[in-house]
T-cell receptor, first 113, second 114 residues
């Protein structure tokens, strides 16, 4: 069965510095992978998705992620953190055409002024 | 264009009671999925509805049931509430024809069981 492991429960960065949120996945078949962001009292918002096209995926708000099959990773990065990026981030895996999305436990990103 | 809406926003119930949560999908979407998000955890898939039928189900007991109406809105029902059912319940909508992964989430219903 597919699953994801988010390697850090909490990441703290200073405003203007790079962001790296790590995610490893486990899947028997070619997975689809996603990153979602959840701001307090707001719904989950899709940042980006990988569905077997280009391995480097660009998302909204300057975020991007690279699918590395050899490392079974899908880390989320951003060159320069902004205060508004502070939120909970979830890595998600699913099989193509499988409606069961498996969420990681989440990484809380804190951005210091 | 209204996104996914859920009602109520908050709900407090007593152990053993029954609860119904409601979801209206984004305009143009015909598929609704429900998730349970316990405090400090990622959402867990409960089930998905399309054409008024349950299409897929996660690892949840039969106490969790649902319904989809002809206008694509959906309800989640939970019977015989347990303290462990306290969570944020999220609804997500998508278009079956464009792929499940284009899911849009609502803000959720916070259920507290006392």
């Amino acid at each position: 069965a597919q699953s994801v492991t988010q390697l850090d429960s909490h990441v703290s960065v200073s405003e203007g510095t790079p962001v790296l949120l790590r995610c490893n996945y486990s899947s028997s078949y070619s997975p689809s992978l996603f990153w979602y962001v959840q701001h307090p009292n707001k719904g989950l918002q899709l940042l980006l998705k990988y569905t077997s096209a280009a391995t480097l995926v660009k998302g909204i708000n300057g975020f991007e992620a690279e699918f590395k099959k050899s490392e079974t990773s899908f880390h989320l990065t951003k060159p320069s953190a902004h205060m508004s990026d502070a939120a909970e981030y979830f890595c998600v895996v699913t099989l193509y055409n499988n409606n069961d999305m498996r969420f990681g436990a989440g990484t809380r990103l804190t951005v210091k002024p | 264009d209204a996104g996914v809406t859920q009602s109520p926003t908050h709900l407090i119930k007593t152990r053993g009671q029954q609860v119904t949560l409601r979801c209206s999908p984004k305009s143009g979407h015909d598929t609704v999925s429900w998730y349970q998000q316990a405090l400090g955890q990622g959402p867990q898939f409960i089930f998905q509805y399309y054409e008024e039928e349950e299409r897929q189900r996660g690892n949840f007991p039969d106490r969790f049931s649902g319904h989809q109406f002809p206008n694509y809105s959906s309800e989640l029902n939970v019977n015989a509430l347990l303290l462990g059912d306290s969570a944020l319940y999220l609804c997500a909508s998508s278009s079956w024809s464009s792929g499940f992964y284009e899911q849009y989430f609502g803000p959720g219903t916070r259920l507290t069981v006392t």
